[in-house]
């Protein structure tokens, strides 16, 4: 129970939330700018780090771990390491499970650090995994069990991050925009990404490359954890999650709980997520291999993803503006509706072989679509939950979805990519995603708008 509210307090509080007002007693309580932005600076750290890990990792795993990591002919070696990739996507939810867990339990500052510990160590271990050549078929297994590991330290980042900076946000207008600081992180992890693999690649040969250069990154991926790990361990936990703590009796078991008393609305709002997870790989992991079957040389894809994840980071300002102007459904539709009509018309543009033609393509199928979405999913999974088990709630969503939208989608493609070729592969690939932009058209249009509902009630 409430400890020292009345109804009326309550009510006074619901009121003055929705009409943008303060009350004067919760002042003290109300988060500042510069609060809500340490926040936001904390959980964006370490999400960076996850696209900067999930953009490396497909790349690397589409390109290098097959022929250094299996003994298999020509492409059985490349699905067999995408389907490595896929493997530390599926697995995500079981991170969500445990994270989520601890972040209602314990608090989303203590979720956030610990997963940016295991984050780090098992990166730097895939970087540090010996060939096939050295230590046979310890090798792969090796590389699977660390995936694994990676997949879940990142099934905690974005929902639990989410729920961490839209509760400290809760009375801000702005409240899309500080969450959509999370999704900030999947293009600046892009630029990360494709800004270090076209700068470490000009600096040594292709066989090089394969042979050590790749572990640069995860290196690096190590080292940038440590720089999260002290940020997010001098920054407060969320207000709201705060206040809930102090009135409510805790859940014993919030990750447990919310399966058995919203399973209909993870279901329903994971739909959403399983969109833009066919996305990222339609466009990026399997996009990038198909640039380079139509004709596209050196560091060319690279080129033009660095381009589309620019303009990605505009179209999730303006997303995450128009969510708190308008309202969230309607900027998830409007990115839905583009991906189902332009998955296809992207690879006929590709297909010209023109360099302009190619990153217009990739700007509109991945820069628009992904950044214009995801300026209101931050606060779309976080909205629909309540406090006592939010995080864990919107972590599941958000990572089931990572599931059969994006690790599954991942193992299907390399056994089709194997059996047709990149060439032809498009076509069923591009199908397949299109089945998930009409599920998210109907799981958007079946979830009610949650603008204006407190997350303090």
């Not at 990038?288 to 050196?298: E, L, P, R, S, V």
């Amino acid at each position: 129970m409430r400890k020292g509210r009345g109804p009326k307090s309550d009510k006074s509080r619901q009121i003055g939330y929705l009409t943008g007002e303060i009350e004067m007693t919760d002042a003290a309580t109300t988060p500042t700018t510069n609060q809500i932005y340490k926040v936001a600076l904390a959980s964006i750290v370490g999400s960076v780090i996850e696209q900067y890990d999930f953009l490396i990792t497909g790349v690397i795993a589409a390109t290098v771990w097959g022929g250094i990591f299996f003994k298999l002919p020509g492409l059985a070696a490349v699905a067999a390491a995408i389907g490595v990739y896929g493997l530390g996507i599926i697995i995500r939810p079981v991170g969500a499970f445990i994270f989520g867990h601890i972040a209602d339990r314990r608090g989303r500052k203590d979720a956030m650090v610990w997963a940016l510990v295991l984050m780090g160590i098992s990166t730097l271990l895939i970087g540090l995994t010996p060939t096939y050549d050295s230590i046979g078929v310890t090798a792969p297994i090796l590389l699977i069990i660390f995936r694994l590991f990676q997949g879940i330290s990142f099934g905690a980042e974005f929902g639990t991050a989410s729920t961490w900076v839209v509760e400290q946000a809760a009375r801000s207008k702005y409240r899309a925009f500080w969450g959509a600081w999370v999704g900030f992180a999947i293009p600046i992890g892009l630029l990360l990404g494709f800004g270090s693999v076209i700068f470490v690649k000009s600096l040594m040969t292709p066989e090089d490359f394969n042979a050590w250069g790749w572990r640069i990154f995860f290196v690096v991926g190590f080292l940038v954890a440590i720089v999260g790990l002290i940020i997010r361990t001098r920054t407060m936990d969320s207000f709201v999650f705060e206040q809930h703590k102090s009135q409510i009796a805790l859940l014993k078991y919030p990750a447990a709980e919310v399966w058995r008393e919203m399973p209909w609305t993870i279901l329903r709002t994971s739909m959403v997520n399983a969109m833009f997870g066919g996305a990222f790989f339609l466009y990026f992991v399997f996009g990038t291999g198909y640039m380079k079957a139509a004709g596209f040389t050196g560091n060319q894809p690279e080129e033009i993803g660095l381009i589309a994840a620019g303009f990605m980071l505009v179209f999730m300002l303006i997303g995450s503006l128009l969510a708190d102007y308008i309202n969230r459904r309607t900027i998830l539709l409007i990115a839905a509706v583009v991906f189902l009509i332009f998955a296809l018309p992207y690879f006929y543009l590709v297909n010209t072989g023109s360099f302009l033609l190619a990153t217009v393509a990739e700007v509109i199928g991945f820069g628009f679509v992904f950044g214009f979405g995801y300026g209101a999913i931050p606060t779309f999974y976080t909205e629909n939950f309540p406090t006592k088990y939010r995080a864990s709630g919107a972590s599941a969503a958000y990572q089931i979805a990572q599931v059969y939208g994006g690790g599954l989608i991942s193992i299907v493609a390399g056994q089709i990519l194997r059996v047709y070729g990149v060439r032809d592969a498009y076509l069923y690939i591009g199908l397949l995603v299109m089945c998930y932009a009409v599920l998210a058209i109907i799981a958007i249009l079946r979830t009610p708008e949650t603008k204006g509902t407190s997350l303090e009630a």
